[in-house]
């Protein structure tokens, strides 16, 4: 069993940075995939990034990239999120999510064995 916790979300202006945490408890988190969602008031669930278990691939949703960037350290269990230049259209609950599947395409859907309880984040102008 693998527990997800995210830290690090909160309220800030459009333009500023943040970076979330996502600290990871239980077997074998060098060899899941990792992967972070969000998803805003009325809004369906949306693939934010993802980053394979040995860490040398990354992906991101076409809304984030050039802005945010995934990371893992293995060696503490624990995956980020650095935000940067936020907008209010990225205001929303993150969720970090955790994959045995290698298949990206898999992990981009959402298709996560074990989900954090999330982080909100607000952008404000």
């Known amino acids: 069993q693998v527990q997800l916790v995210e830290s690090g979300g909160g309220l800030v202006q459009a333009g500023a940075s943040l970076r979330l945490s996502c600290a990871a408890s239980?077997?074998?988190?060098?060899?899941?995939?990792m992967g972070w969602f969000r998803q805003a008031p009325g809004k369906e669930r949306e693939f934010v990034a993802a980053i394979t278990w040995t860490g040398d691939s990354t992906y991101y949703g076409d809304s984030v990239k050039g802005r945010f960037t995934i990371s893992r350290d293995n060696a503490k269990k624990t995956v980020y999120l650095q935000m940067n230049n936020l907008k209010t259209e990225d205001t929303a609950v993150y969720y970090c999510g955790a994959s045995w599947s290698s298949t990206i395409a898999i992990v981009k859907d959402g298709g996560m064995d074990y989900w954090g309880k999330g982080t909100l984040v607000t952008v404000s102008l």
């Open positions: 239980g077997r074998s988190f060098s060899r899941l995939s």
